[in-house]
């Protein structure tokens, strides 16, 4: 424990700045425990139901793999900084739920944070305006060698990008059905020169959008990705990419400076650099979270937490595949939620939180 | 969609009908419709201030329309709220009662950045 300990403090920072994150969503939503702050409702409301079950499984399976895997393997499967930041917020919010000791739970939340440090190279959040994920010649390259539209000479293509990352973001929700989801990734920003005055790169990519395993049955995606590179105005501010959304007091699109587009769509790969490419892109995918959203709300109560179980699931897919499982909810877990879910009446009410309850319970550092 | 200049002043003389959290800035004015399911989509026209318990990735056409949305739900990360930012459309999430509150066709101001929604007379 006394090497834990010092471990933690070298940590405090990252910690603080974790904690600092959810503080502000939370103060910041209104209500912690809105359950509506979410979509969908299920995510929250009957979270009890699979959190403990979930961390449970994801913690054996984390230290089963941490006998033979060093961390750095584990950070680099993950690939993405969210997929780990979410098995982050699991550990924190579940690992009371889940029974495990307070020194246990200090260290597996201690290696997922040096697994995200490893993964993005400093700090954790964009406050410090460094980079994340891409380092400075990576962001470079990026910058000489794309075809960036302007929106100065084209005014429209900013209201057109920005119509196509809302499309995205509803895409997303609706094949992962929450806003936590493992299918995009939002890094930045960078700084970056733009007709020589300093401006920032904000990088949003989105994949696995056409994950077989999760799309509904008969409805499956035309695009595999979209990624899109976007230059805005310095005094916009970012400061919440780590869970792929941001706080501002400016508009974007009348900040944006310049863009480019790029969408895998059935293995081809296709620039969005045109009004006609465009528009149809945003048709398509606002019609496809239409259909994949409907079908989600047409589901009974009691299979729409079913699919949300398995969604949750599918977070850590990594851990699983390293380990050869099946990353699915076990049977065990889906049955006992199928015949709970009748007399499992979710509280409505609301409770407000104050600082130091919130602290109390999502800082690691505090015991219970 | 009509959108207010940044100088107009319109808390000296405009009643507060309702508050929530400003979940994206700006301000626009309209007419309201309220619509609580897919079903009463079809009610929805360009220009309006749209009125909801909260959305989903289904509402986004609907969405796009708006000069303005107000929700009874959702935090700051909640969908209104991004695909609001994403738009450049003013946004109130959080109220608890803009549904019962606001009537379909009052003429209302929506603060996006301060979470209040104003009358207009």
Redesign the interface.
């Known amino acids: 424990m006394e090497s834990g300990v010092k471990f933690m403090k070298k940590n405090n920072l990252l910690i603080d700045k974790t904690m600092k994150a959810f503080e502000r969503?939370a103060f910041?939503?209104?209500?912690f425990s809105?359950p509506?702050?979410?979509?969908?409702l299920n995510f929250i409301l009957y979270m009890p139901l699979y959190m403990p079950q979930f961390t449970r499984d994801l913690c054996s399976d984390y230290r089963l793999l941490r006998k033979s895997t060093p961390i750095e393997k584990i950070a680099q499967e993950h690939q993405y900084p969210t997929a780990l930041w979410l098995d982050l917020v699991s550990f924190l919010s579940g690992s009371k739920m889940a029974g495990l000791k307070k020194e246990e739970g200090i260290k597996i939340i201690l290696e997922f944070l040096k697994m995200l440090e490893n993964l993005m190279v400093g700090n954790i959040f964009c406050e410090d305006n460094r980079n994340i994920v891409w380092d400075e010649i990576e962001v470079k390259r990026i910058i000489n060698r794309t075809s960036w539209v302007e929106t100065k000479l084209k005014p429209d293509f900013a209201k057109l990008f920005?119509?196509l990352?809302?499309?995205l973001?509803?895409?997303d929700?609706?094949i992962f059905w929450n806003?936590n989801c493992a299918t995009r990734e939002v890094h930045g920003p960078y700084k970056v020169k733009w007709e020589n005055t300093p401006c920032q790169l904000i990088v949003r990519e989105y994949y696995n959008l056409n994950e077989p395993k999760l799309l509904p049955p008969n409805l499956s995606s035309p695009f595999k990705s979209v990624s899109t590179l976007t230059i805005y105005d310095p005094r916009v501010r970012f400061d919440f990419p780590i869970?792929n959304?941001?706080?501002?007091?400016?508009?974007?699109?009348?900040n944006t400076k310049a863009v480019f587009g790029v969408a895998i769509r059935h293995n081809k790969i296709e620039l969005l650099n045109t009004k006609g490419a465009l528009k149809e892109t945003c048709e398509l995918i606002?019609k496809k979270?239409?259909e994949?959203?409907?079908w989600a709300?047409s589901l009974t109560k009691k299979e729409q937490v079913v699919e949300t179980v398995n969604r949750y699931y599918y977070r850590v897919k990594p851990i699983r595949d390293l380990l050869g499982k099946d990353w699915q909810a076990p049977k065990p877990l889906v049955q006992s939620i199928r015949k709970k879910i009748s007399s499992f009446k979710p509280v409505q009410e609301k409770k407000r939180m104050t600082k130091k309850q919130f602290y109390q319970i999502y800082d690691p550092r505090i015991g219970p | 969609m009509e959108r207010l200049p940044c100088r107009f002043n319109y808390n000296m003389r405009k009643k507060l009908l309702i508050k929530g959290t400003g979940a994206s800035p700006g301000k626009a004015e309209g007419q309201i419709v309220i619509i609580k399911s897919p079903a009463e989509f079809s009610k929805m026209k360009a220009g309006q201030i749209l009125v909801a318990p909260i959305t989903s990735p289904t509402w986004l056409l609907v969405m796009q329309k708006a000069a303005a949305i107000v929700t009874d739900y959702g935090g700051i990360l909640s969908h209104p709220a991004i695909v609001c930012r994403e738009f450049g459309i003013p946004a109130v999430v959080n109220t608890r009662k803009a549904t019962k509150v606001l009537k379909n066709g009052m003429k209302v101001v929506v603060d996006g950045k301060r979470g209040k929604v104003y009358e207009k007379k």
Request: glycine share 10%.
């Open positions: 969503v910041m939503g209104g209500d809105d509506f702050a979410w979509w969908p920005a119509r990352h809302s499309g973001i509803s895409l929700e609706a806003t869970l959304d941001y706080t501002h007091d400016l508009p974007l699109v009348e606002e979270s239409l994949i959203g409907s709300e």
